[in-house]
């Protein structure tokens, strides 16, 4: 196995860089809202999934737009002029966020397997920041492997002691956390590992890559005082690790449970409505919680007060206890707490399925109708 490992300072970088900002800056306007217009068609054509079989054309239109979303993220992080907004977050819980979409995207043919997760590793970063990293990662993976295979995630810590931080080229002695995405695919050999994070650089057909995937990787572990090591060979897979600095985490490691103030409590045993849902909340700004069933619902509410949830958005059809029974229990327990309900029944078999609501979402809505109905409940 060689491995390649590219220092900040590699030869030729900066140059690279200065022409990838050049080109970003350009499309970086345009991109902004290309992404929020991609964003809201692909949460409509996923939750339109949910009431019946989905279509091989439905599929194909939501990986396609999954791509097109990732392209102008991509340009828009590299127009960035000056750092994004970053603050101490733990690197599990970005992946447990997008674990969900990162399977997704992955496909069925591959296993995301989580091998190894330090929750106690700590980094100042953007959560968004990190997600692209973790979406690039893996649709790089999954692209190495056509026959299928498996994607292994993991989140560690090293501390590199003086003697031995030269082995990573800039990598400074001191505490670091990484994040691992490995696969079981082609592998590169030297000359593409020499040319790995050129902008526009892709060993790909035509229209099945960009080349600014790992551009955008390089250019988020820059922003973030970090770097990238790259270990491969031909047919024995790649692991790609991106190193950042370890920080202090803002509370007790034991204090697992987020802000509640004000917050939405989004129940959903569809994992991918779910995150999709909580993504959208995230975005406009909302403090949220989530749950997967009726009974896990009603263990966060004890644990959080009530009180301090401002709505609560379900489901109606699940599993075990439904949403109707669900906003039962929590209109006798918490009176003041705001209930709207997801379906795909339409209003009226809503309400007598689940009584008074503050607010119906009817399957498929748009980002648009969500944030509607959560500021009108």
């Given amino acids: 196995m060689t491995v390649d490992v590219v220092s900040a300072e590699q030869g030729g970088a900066g140059a690279h860089l200065e022409k990838m900002g050049a ?49 102008a993220r991509q340009l828009e992080a590299l127009g960035r002029s000056g750092p994004a907004h970053v603050a101490p977050c733990r690197l599990a819980d970005v992946l447990e966020e997008v674990l969900p979409l990162l399977r997704r995207l992955a496909g069925s043919a591959i296993d995301v397997q989580l091998l190894e997760i330090d929750r106690a590793a700590w980094v100042e970063a953007g959560s968004g920041q990190l997600e692209q990293v973790l979406f690039h990662l893996t649709v790089n993976a999954r692209d190495a492997m056509p026959g299928g ?20 080229g800039i990598l400074a002695p001191g505490s670091w956390c990484i994040l691992d995405v490995s696969d079981t695919g082609v592998g590169m050999g030297e000359e593409v590992l020499s040319r790995l994070f050129e902008p526009f650089f892709t060993t790909k057909s035509p229209g099945l890559g960009s080349g600014l995937g790992l551009a955008t990787v390089y250019g988020v572990a820059r922003q973030l005082g970090g770097q990238v090591t790259v270990s491969s ?13 370890a920080t202090e985490p803002t509370s007790p490691p034991e204090a697992e449970r987020p802000a509640t103030d004000d917050a939405v409590l989004v129940v959903d045993d569809d994992d991918w409505v779910r995150s999709v849902t909580v993504r959208a909340l995230k975005r406009a700004g909302y403090g949220v919680l989530e749950a997967g069933s009726a009974d896990e619902a009603l263990d966060l509410l004890r644990d959080v007060a009530g009180g301090c949830i401002r709505a609560v958005l379900t489901d109606i059809a699940m599993p075990g206890m439904t949403g109707g029974e669900l906003a039962s229990r929590i209109r006798a327990a918490h009176p003041t707490v705001r209930m709207v309900f997801m379906t795909g029944r339409g209003a009226a078999a809503a309400a007598e399925v689940a009584g008074p609501a503050d607010g119906v979402l009817l399957k498929p809505f748009s980002r648009a109708e969500l944030l509607a109905a959560i500021q009108a409940a």
């Avoid at 295979?149 to 990573?168: D, F, K, N």
């Avoid at 047919?235 to 991106?242: N, P, S």
Wanted: without cysteine; proline residues 5%.
């Fill in 233 to 245: 060979a031909p047919q024995e897979g790649a692991t790609v690790g991106l190193w950042l600095p």
């Fill in 149 to 168: 295979g498996i994607i292994g995630i993991r989140v560690r810590q090293r501390t590199l002691e003086a003697p031995h931080a030269h082995r990573y």
């Fill in 23 to 71: 080109v970003a800056r350009v499309a970086s306007g345009l991109s902004h809202d290309v992404a929020d217009l991609l964003d809201e068609a692909a949460s409509a054509i996923h939750l339109a999934l949910i009431s019946e079989q989905p279509s091989t054309q439905l599929a194909e239109a939501a990986a396609t737009l999954q791509r097109a979303g990732l392209i």
